[in-house]
């Protein structure tokens, strides 16, 4: 069978490239052994969120007496939170599914391996029969890393140790948890299980959580988390997962911590072993697909997008890769920029930022002015968070008076990124920021407040 076009994985890069050729009249054929979505949507992004957004409720009604609002007996219902969970998911997923069959995408719901090229393109084998495309995307995603901890196999199997994909599935919170890694995925889950009732600590081999974010932002929000109740161990090594507890070094010194459930997070790899890679020659680095500025590989018509290619490892960029992809495909002049890539951390502060942070500018030798603002600053913040500690900070640089970064800590930062990220990836001068009218009162208006503080 032939086609115009064969996308390998069905995550946010391939189902979405899938609905950008289809709509441009390609033949289009999507080998996924699992749901579409790809992990955002089954065990990342989406379930993570339903659960996060229960414990953001479960809070403001925990703290309304200072809002004049009295709760009593508040507490989750996990069971109902994974409940909820898997109905958005399945939700979802339907969704996607709908939408590719509306646009005649053909579904092969079974694992695909290169099996090489022939007469009508690169050949791919699913289900006992081959799909051949003119054009091949390589889309298969990334799992969760599990590094050579001594236990670690073991214990997973046992049910002990979790990935992302097994926590947000487990049928009752845990007394005690350890998170190790203090990343995205390790924070936002120590958030929920904490607000559920968990007690709740973090092992970070780095000095800093949150890893590339905003210096000042990481150490208010790990004194936030602090205040909640849950204990950080930073610059520590774990040397062993046991039954019933995590084995770190501590400043020299072997510690222990008991625990009811363990969750590895300490980074995600590629998904390019046993793809066929090698069948047709596809250039890898460091586990993970090499490709240009237009999504290309070394191959003539073969393309890769999403976490597959190591650069990004975020849905969002994932679609515009796949967007990209489809455009140079079709003879339109397209690249990708990941100068101004969104970053954030669903917490209750929630994080977020974009481009250059103080850290980053500095060691590249910028000359920038960089400028942190309260979140007081924002009537509706001041509003809605009493004793509310957020703050933003924005660089810029001297040279050509733009802005070139914007990192926050607050409620709603997840909503006001986006903006950010257009003034940084449009390379807008200060003073046509300035003229931008924002709508009163938001919290968004603190970009406006900044700007005008330099």
């Known amino acids: 069978m032939s086609y115009d076009l064969v996308v390998l994985g069905g995550g946010p890069a391939g189902y979405l490239a899938c609905e950008r050729a289809a709509h441009e009249g390609m033949k289009v054929v999507l080998i996924e052994k699992r749901n579409v979505g790809g992990v955002c949507l089954n065990e990342g992004c989406i379930p993570s969120k339903t659960f996060l957004y229960s414990a953001k409720l479960k809070d403001g009604a925990a703290h309304g007496n200072k809002y004049g609002v009295k709760c009593k007996g508040i507490e989750i219902d996990h069971p109902a939170v994974v409940a909820r969970k898997n109905k958005v998911v399945k939700t979802l997923t339907g969704g996607i599914a709908s939408m590719l069959k509306g646009l005649k995408v053909e579904w092969v719901k079974a694992a695909g391996v290169i099996k090489g090229k022939g007469p009508d393109g690169y050949e791919v084998e699913a289900d006992g029969k081959i799909y051949a495309g003119k054009r091949l995307l390589i889309a298969t995603g990334s799992e969760a890393a599990m590094p050579p901890i001594d236990g670690l196999y073991e214990q997973f199997e046992k049910g002990f140790a979790l990935t992302n994909r097994e926590i947000l599935d487990?049928?009752?919170?845990?007394?005690?948890?350890?998170?190790?890694?203090?990343?995205?995925?390790?924070?936002?889950?120590?958030?929920?299980?904490?607000?559920?009732?968990?007690?709740?600590?973090?092992?970070?081999?780095?000095?800093?959580i949150g890893g590339p974010i905003d210096?000042?932002?990481?150490?208010?929000?790990?004194?936030?988390?602090?205040?909640?109740?849950?204990?950080?161990?930073?610059?520590?090594?774990?040397?062993?997962?046991?039954?019933?507890?995590?084995?770190?070094?501590?400043?020299?010194?072997?510690?222990?911590?008991?625990?009811?459930?363990?969750?590895?997070?300490?980074?995600?790899?590629?998904?390019?072993?046993?793809?066929?890679?090698?069948?047709?020659?596809?250039?890898?680095?460091?586990?993970?697909?090499?490709?240009?500025?237009?999504?290309?590989?070394?191959?003539?018509?073969?393309?890769?997008?999403?976490?597959?290619?190591?650069?990004?490892?975020?849905?969002?960029?994932?679609?515009?890769?796949?967007?990209?992809?489809?455009?140079?495909?079709?003879?339109?002049?397209?690249?990708?920029?990941?100068?101004?890539?969104?970053?954030?951390?669903?917490?209750?502060?929630?994080?977020?930022?974009?481009?250059?942070?103080?850290?980053?500018?500095?060691?590249?030798?910028?000359?920038?002015?960089?400028?942190?603002?309260?979140?007081?600053?924002?009537?509706?913040?001041?509003?809605?968070?009493?004793?509310?500690?957020?703050?933003?900070?924005?660089?810029?640089?001297?040279?050509?008076?733009?802005?070139?970064?914007?990192?926050?800590?607050?409620?709603?930062?997840s909503e006001i990124i986006w903006g950010a990220d257009a003034l940084v990836d449009k390379e807008m001068n200060i003073e046509a920021i300035k003229k931008i009218v924002f709508p009163h009162p938001t919290v968004s208006e603190i970009i406006r407040e900044a700007i005008f503080q330099l």
């Open 170 to 208: 487990i049928e009752a919170v845990p007394k005690k948890l350890v998170v190790i890694g203090g990343g995205v995925i390790g924070l936002e889950m120590a958030s929920y299980f904490n607000s559920a009732g968990s007690e709740v600590t973090v092992i970070e081999m780095l000095d800093q």
């Open 215 to 413: 210096s000042d932002i990481a150490k208010l929000l790990k004194k936030n988390y602090e205040a909640k109740g849950i204990t950080f161990k930073m610059g520590c090594k774990v040397t062993k997962i046991e039954a019933g507890a995590v084995v770190y070094e501590e400043a020299g010194k072997q510690q222990k911590a008991e625990c009811d459930k363990t969750l590895v997070c300490i980074g995600r790899k590629a998904n390019t072993q046993g793809i066929g890679l090698e069948t047709i020659g596809v250039l890898t680095e460091r586990g993970a697909v090499v490709t240009d500025e237009r999504m290309k590989t070394n191959l003539p018509e073969v393309y890769a997008a999403g976490d597959v290619n190591g650069k990004s490892m975020l849905a969002h960029t994932a679609y515009r890769e796949a967007e990209v992809a489809v455009n140079n495909m079709l003879g339109k002049k397209d690249i990708m920029k990941y100068n101004a890539i969104p970053g954030v951390i669903y917490t209750n502060p929630e994080v977020a930022g974009v481009g250059e942070t103080e850290q980053s500018a500095k060691a590249k030798g910028l000359d920038v002015t960089i400028k942190k603002v309260p979140m007081q600053f924002a009537g509706r913040y001041v509003a809605e968070n009493e004793g509310g500690n957020g703050f933003i900070k924005i660089i810029v640089d001297n040279k050509w008076n733009k802005l070139v970064g914007v990192h926050m800590i607050t409620n709603y930062s």
